[in-house]
Nanobody
Framework: QVQLVESGGGLVQAGGSLRLSCAASGRIFRVNAMAWHRQAPGKQRELVATITSAGSTNYADSVKGRFTISSDNAKNTMFLQMSSLKPEDTAVYYC????????????????WGQGTQVTVSS
């Protein structure tokens, strides 16, 4: 019903920048909130940043001041601008969205993208 597709990952040197994108498509009435999560090898998935449909944002302490989350509500697309990247930012980054699909039902559902690899070399 709903698909989330991430793009923009890759290999970058420490101190460099990358911009991730996440596009939601399918049966969408309203995107309530979107988020980026990441999972490094051998570690649990962690929340990186969130953004609501109203534009309110929150960040994990580890990325504050370096990462910026934004969205284009008209295109159901979310971005993560990552700067001053560190080797510890290396992980698979996942897009997550809470979406209401029906105009007649208030029910929402969480969806996940397939992930995009970000590798930061020292």
């Amino acid at each position: 019903q709903v698909q989330l597709v991430e793009s923009g990952g890759g290999l970058v040197q420490a101190g460099g920048s990358l911009r991730l994108s996440c596009a939601a498509s399918g049966r969408i009435f309203r995107v309530n909130a979107m988020a980026w999560h990441r999972q490094a090898p051998g570690k649990q998935r962690e929340l990186v940043a969130t953004i609501t449909s109203a534009g309110s944002t929150n960040y994990a302490d580890s990325v504050k001041g370096r990462f910026t989350i934004s969205s284009d509500n008209a295109k159901n697309t979310m971005f993560l601008q990552m700067s001053s990247l560190k080797p510890e930012d290396t992980a698979v980054y996942y897009c997550n969205a809470n979406i209401r699909s029906s105009i007649i039902s208030y029910q929402t559902q969480d969806y996940w993208g397939q992930g995009t690899q970000v590798t930061v070399s020292s």
